[in-house]
C-alpha cells in the first residue's frame, strides 16, 4: 500500500483524522528505538528504519539503510508508521476487553462478521470477537465499518495455483452434423433481470494522477437496485512509477446513486468477469515473468461474491499460461458458473471445467482477423468469426451448432436482445440473419461508412438500429435508412476501455460507461452512470432524414475508367470494372463524365518474414527465411479534386499456410507476388456513396460527466454538380429537412458529486 493510499484509507474515519492534529501529538506515539517504515515519496515506497530521536517541532529522525548505507534523515510524523501497520486499515490503538482487564497495542488488519483481526507489535496475528471488546472498541468498530463498507474486511486469501491438465493434448471440440446445413436457434434473450434505470453516482479515487486509482472493467448486473459491478484498480502496466497494485470491487446501485458495498480482492487480482446467476467473479493474475516482460504466465481464479457480502469467497485458480504480449489483456469468459472460456493465444480457445478441475476442450479460430467470439443474451450459443463464416457453438461443450456464411469474414457480430437476430459486420457491408428461421436468407445492407472503421464492439439499440464502438467513438446506424445517422464522441474524462476488458455498455437502449470527476475543491473521484439512447437531439433526425439528400455517387451516375495496372493486368481489370459500372446502373461515359473511377497497382518494398514448419502432431521442425516483394492495388473514385470513394489492399503474407510435396515456403511465397486481379473483381464498389462530410453522421454527442450533451447539427449538403442523374435533393427546399438549430441543454445528468473515497486500498 502506497503513502497516499494508506494516508487516505485513515481520512475516511472520522476519529482518525490524524492530519488535523499538530506534529507534535503525531510524534507522541512513537519513541527512540522504535522499528517503522518511512515513506520515500521520490521511489513511492515504504522503508524500514529505527526512530533515532525527536526535535522540538514533534519532527522525528529515522535511520533506514537504503543503497547498501545507512542514513539519518528527518520526518514528518504523518509520512512514518509501525512496522506492525503495514496492510492496517487504520492506525495501531490499545484494544480493551469488555471487563478493562485485558489490553494489547495492535493495528486492524480487518473486520468480518462478528470478528476483528488485530497485529500485535511482535507482528503475531490475532482474531478477537467484537462482543468481548469494551464498548468504546465496539463504537470505534461500528463506525469503522460504516466508513469503509467492505473494506474494513480484512484482504481475502489466495487459493495455490493448480495444474487442470496439458491444454496441447486437449481435444478439439466436434461439430454437429446438421445435414450440411443451417439449423433453425431458439431465442436466446438477455435475462429480465439485466434492466437499469437511469441514473449514476461518483466516488473518491484512492491515489493521484498517474499512480491512482483506475477502473479495470464495468459490469451490468442490474436487479431492483439496477446494480452495475465495477472494479477499482491500481495496475502495474498502467503506472508510471513504483505503486504497489491493489483491486477492489464497487457495487453501485444506479437507482440509489450510491456504493452500496465494496470488496478486496489480493492486490496482484484483475477482473475479467462476473455471472450474477452464480454469483461467480473472474479474476487473472500475473504469476511468472513479472509485469514488464512481453511474455507472461497468469494464473485465472473464481471467487464467489455477493453484493452484501463483506469478503470474496476463493473457489478456485488454476494455470492459465497463454502467450500474451505486454500490449494485450488476457480475454476470459463465465459462461454458467461452471465453465469458462479462455482465449488461449492468437488463434486458439479453451474452455475450463472449474467444479471438474479439467480442460472441457479447445477450438481454433481460422481467420486472420482474430474477432473476439459474441453471445446471445444468456450465453447458450457463442458466435465466433472465421475465415468465411461466423461458427455458432455452445460454449459449455464447444459442440458447433450451425454456421452463418460470411465470405469477405467479420469485423464484428451482435445479437439483438431478443436473441433472435444476428447483425454480421464485415469491410463494406452488414448482413441481418434471423436465427430462428434456417431457410431465410440475410438481408444486406452496404455498411462501408462503419465497416471500414476500427470496430471494437457493436450493439443493437431497438429493433433497427446498431451502435458500433470504435477506438474513439461510438456510431449509430439506422439499419433501414442504411446511413451513419449520428456519432458519440468520448469526452477526455469518460473511460471506454477496449474489447478484452470493456467499460462501456449498451444495455436495454441505454449506455453504461464511467469517467474520471473532480471537485470544486480539486478532489479526485471515479463515476458510473447510465444514460438512454439515443439521447436528446437524435431522436428527432430519424423520422426526416433522406439518405439521396447525403448523396454525392447515385445510379445514372457518368463513369470515366482510367486503368493503370501495367499491360498483364489492364485488360482483366478494365472489364471487370466495367462490368460493376453496369451492375451499378451507372453509365461508361469518358466524354462527358460526372466522376473519374482510378484503378492502380505498384509494387511495394521488398520484406522478409521467417516461417516455422511444423508437423501435424504441430512439433516445430526448424525455420525458413523468405523475401516478399508485395503488390499495392488502389481503387478510387474523384469528382475534381475531391475524393469521393476509395478503397486501397496492401498485399501481405497469411499467417499459416499448408505446404504440400517438396515445395519450400519461397516458392509458395514467389507465387504470392504474382499480380492479381482478384482485389479489383471482388472489390463492393457502393452504387451510392455518401458526401464525406456526412459518412459518420449528421451531428456530434459529447458523452460526458454531465450526461450526453448534443451539438450542432451539421449544415445540409451543397448541391452536386453534374450530369442529372448525379443531382441531389439540396437543389430543392430545405424547410423539411432535419436541419434545425442545435439543443443547448441535456437531460439531467447522471452524476452526483464526488465526495471522499469511500473505501481504502487493500
Known amino acids: 500500500m502506497t503513502f497516499e493510499h494508506w494516508k487516505r484509507a485513515w481520512l475516511f474515519i472520522p476519529l482518525l483524522l490524524l492530519l488535523a492534529l499538530p506534529c507534535s501529538a503525531e510524534a507522541g506515539k512513537f519513541k527512540v528505538g522504535d522499528v517503522v517504515q518511512v515513506w520515500d515519496d521520490f521511489g513511492k515506497e515504504w522503508n524500514n528504519g529505527t526512530v533515532t530521536g525527536v526535535n522540538r517541532r514533534g519532527e522525528l529522525q529515522v535511520e533506514t539503510a537504503r543503497h547498501g548505507s545507512l542514513r539519518r534523515e528527518v520526518y514528518n510524523p504523518r509520512a512514518v508508521r509501525f512496522a506492525y501497520e503495514d496492510g492496517a486499515i487504520g492506525p495501531a490503538r490499545n484494544w480493551t476487553d469488555a471487563t478493562g482487564s485485558f489490553k494489547v497495542m495492535a493495528a486492524p488488519l480487518g473486520v468480518y462478521g462478528d470478528t476483528l483481526k488485530i497485529r500485535k507489535e511482535d507482528m503475531t496475528e490475532l482474531e478477537v470477537p467484537i462482543s468481548k471488546l469494551s464498548e468504546s472498541d465496539q463504537s470505534y468498530i461500528e463506525r469503522m465499518r460504516r466508513e469503509l463498507g467492505g473494506a474494513a474486511a480484512p484482504t481475502p486469501e489466495n487459493l495455490p495455483m493448480e495444474n487442470y491438465g496439458d491444454v496441447e493434448g486437449a481435444r478439439f471440440a466436434l461439430a454437429l452434423q446438421a445435414n450440411g446445413g443451417r439449423i433453425a436457434l431458439l431465442p436466446d434473450p438477455i435475462p429480465p433481470y439485466l434492466q437499469l434505470k437511469e441514473g449514476g453516482t461518483a466516488f473518491g479515487r484512492i491515489g493521484d494522477g498517474f499512480d491512482g486509482e483506475e477502473f479495470g472493467v464495468i459490469i451490468p448486473v442490474g436487479g431492483p437496485e439496477s446494480l452495475v ?5 491500481c495496475h502495474p502496466r498502467w503506472s508510471h512509477s513504483k505503486v504497489d497494485p491493489f483491486t477492489r470491487l464497487l457495487w453501485v446501485s444506479i437507482a440509489d446513486r450510491k456504493i452500496i458495498n465494496q470488496q478486496k480482492l489480493p492486490p496482484d487480482e484483475y477482473v475479467l468477469d462476473y455471472h450474477p446467476p452464480s454469483h461467480r467473479l473472474l479474476t487473472y493474475s500475473f504469476v511468472d515473468g513479472g509485469n514488464a516482460n512481453n511474455d507472461k504466465k497468469i494464473a485465472l481464479a473464481i471467487w464467489e461474491v ?49 467444479d471438474e478441475k479439467s480442460i472441457a476442450y479447445r477450438l481454433r479460430q481460422e481467420s486472420r482477423s482474430d474477432s473476439l467470439p459474441s453471445f446471445s443474451g444468456g450465453k447458450r450459443y457463442a458466435f465466433l468469426p472465421d475465415q468465411s463464416s461466423i461458427r455458432v457453438f455452445d460454449p459449455t461443450t464447444g459442440v458447433m451448432l450451425t454456421s452463418l456464411p460470411a465470405p469477405n469474414g467479420a469485423k464484428a457480430v451482435a445479437i439483438s436482445e431478443d436473441g433472435k437476430r444476428a447483425a454480421v459486420l464485415d469491410r463494406n457491408q452488414l448482413a441481418v440473419w434471423d436465427l430462428t428461421d434456417a431457410n431465410s436468407e440475410p438481408t444486406y445492407y452496404h455498411a462501408d461508412d462503419i465497416g471500414r472503421a476500427w470496430v471494437d464492439s457493436m450493439f443493437w439499440l431497438g429493433t433497427d438500429k446498431l451502435m458500433v464502438k470504435t477506438n474513439r467513438e461510438m456510431l449509430l446506424f439506422s439499419i433501414p435508412q442504411r446511413v451513419v445517422v449520428w456519432s458519440y464522441q468520448f469526452e477526455h474524462t469518460t473511460k471506454h476501455g477496449n474489447g478484452e476488458r470493456p467499460l462501456v455498455h449498451v444495455v436495454n437502449d441505454h449506455l453504461v460507461y464511467g469517467a474520471s470527476v473532480r471537485d470544486n475543491n480539486r478532489n479526485e473521484g471515479l463515476a458510473v452512470g447510465n444514460v438512454k439512447l439515443p439521447g436528446p437531439k437524435v431522436a428527432e433526425v430519424f423520422g426526416a432524414i433522406d439518405r439521396e439528400d447525403l448523396e454525392v455517387i447515385k445510379p445514372g451516375e457518368h463513369v470515366r475508367l482510367e486503368v493503370r495496372c501495367g499491360d498483364d493486368l489492364n485488360r482483366d481489370v478494365y472489364f471487370s470494372l466495367v462490368e460493376k459500372i453496369e451492375k451499378n446502373n451507372w453509365i461508361l461515359d469518358n466524354e462527358n463524365p460526372t466522376v473519374t473511377m482510378y484503378a492502380d497497382m505498384k509494387r511495394g518494398k521488398t520484406q522478409s518474414a521467417t516461417y516455422e514448419i511444423v508437423d501435424h502432431f504441430n512439433r516445430s521442425q526448424g525455420t525458413e527465411s523468405v523475401t516478399y516483394t508485395p503488390n499495392e492495388y488502389s481503387l478510387k473514385i474523384v469528382r475534381g479534386s475531391d475524393v469521393l470513394w476509395s478503397s486501397f489492399m496492401g498485399g501481405g503474407l497469411p499467417d499459416r499456410f499448408t505446404i504440400f510435396g517438396d515445395a519450400s515456403i519461397q516458392e509458395i511465397v514467389n507465387k504470392w507476388e504474382v499480380p492479381s486481379v482478384s482485389f479489383f473483381s471482388r472489390a463492393d464498389i457502393p452504387a451510392r456513396v455518401i458526401h464525406k462530410d456526412y459518412r459518420r453522421g449528421l451531428g456530434t454527442t459529447q458523452i460526458t460527466t454531465r450526461g450526453l450533451i448534443p451539438g450542432e447539427l ?49
Not at 229 to 233: D, R, Y
Not at 318 to 332: I, T
Open 229 to 233: 459491478l465495477a472494479s477499482g484498480e
Open 306 to 354: 455477493l453484493p452484501t457480502d463483506e469478503i470474496v469467497k476463493p473457489v478456485a485458480r488454476w494455470e492459465a499460461y497463454p502467450d500474451e504480449r505486454s500490449w494485450d489483456n488476457p480475454w476470459a469468459k463465465i459462461i454458467d458458473g461452471q465453465i469458462v472460456l479462455q482465449r488461449w493465444n492468437k488463434s486458439e480457445y479453451v474452455a475450463w471445467n472449474v
Open 714 to 762: 451539421k449544415p445540409p449538403p451543397e448541391p452536386a454538380g453534374g450530369a442529372d442523374g448525379n443531382k441531389s435533393k439540396t437543389e430543392e427546399s430545405d424547410d423539411d429537412a432535419p436541419w434545425s438549430k442545435p439543443e443547448t441543454s441535456s437531460d439531467d445528468a447522471p452524476w452526483s458529486t464526488p465526495g471522499k473515497s469511500t473505501g481504502s486500498a487493500p
